[in-house]
């Protein structure tokens, strides 16, 4: 009996390690074409356009320039992508989340703040934890996947940096305009309730999204 519990652990701990990581890919690339004749070229792997500055002129001073498989057919199935992101002076990356990605960033021009919120804590009487840093060119730093994090250009000039992170398809999830901006709209009761706040606050917010 004890033979048999051991061998029930012994193969649950081989399961646990076979899945412990993404399988290896089993051909070089795979994306879908619309014709099933069509041959991969060198363009299904290729973009040009990262040297040019994103039109930052709106409410939050910043634009992101995204690289995943919506522009390069070839990254499917390759678990990355990249971002340029331009930063108007005092220009903002408003806090918000990839659920599918890891990021790494680096700055090549400007001076960033930049920083993430841990995940809850389990125990409520903690509260969450913020990382921090200030950023100048050649300064790298990582954002956790699923975590809420940000970019704020704090000098007079324009400021630049590039991402890779780690999923074809990372997504985001602007916080404020997920909160304020969502189609239906949150019932306005949850977010009085939330936020602790008059409704009178809350539908200015709504607002401005």
């Known amino acids: 009996m004890a033979f048999l519990f051991l061998n029930a652990i012994l193969i649950a701990s081989l399961a646990t390690f076979a899945y412990a990581s993404d399988p290896s890919p089993l ?6 074409v619309n014709d099933a004749d069509a041959a991969v070229v060198a363009e299904d792997f290729f973009f040009s356009g990262l040297n040019k500055a994103g039109n930052t002129s709106n409410a939050v001073g910043s634009r992101v320039t995204a690289v ?3 522009q390069i057919a070839g990254l499917n199935t390759l678990g990355i992508s990249l971002v340029r992101i331009d930063y108007a002076p005092y220009g903002l990356n408003p806090p918000h989340t990839h659920p599918r990605a890891t990021e790494i960033l680096v700055v090549v021009e400007g001076t ?3 920083g993430f919120v841990t995940s809850n804590p389990a125990n409520p009487n903690l509260k969450n934890k913020l990382f921090t840093k200030y950023l100048y060119p ?3 730093f ?3 996947e699923g975590l809420i994090h940000f970019q704020f250009n704090v000098g007079k000039t324009n400021a630049v940096a590039f991402a890779g992170l780690s999923s074809q398809n990372p997504g985001v999830i602007t916080i404020a305009n997920a909160v304020f901006g ?3 709209p949150i019932n306005i ?3 009085t309730k939330t936020f602790q706040v008059e409704k009178n606050v ?3 917010l709504q607002a401005q999204f």
């Open 68 to 70: 995943n498989v919506n």
């Open 112 to 114: 960033l703040y930049v």
């Open 189 to 191: 009761d949850v977010l």
């Open 27 to 32: 051909q070089d690339f795979c994306f879908a």
């Open 182 to 184: 969502s189609n239906p």
């Open 138 to 140: 050649g300064d790298v």
């Open 142 to 144: 990582v954002f956790p």
């Open 202 to 204: 809350i539908d200015q």
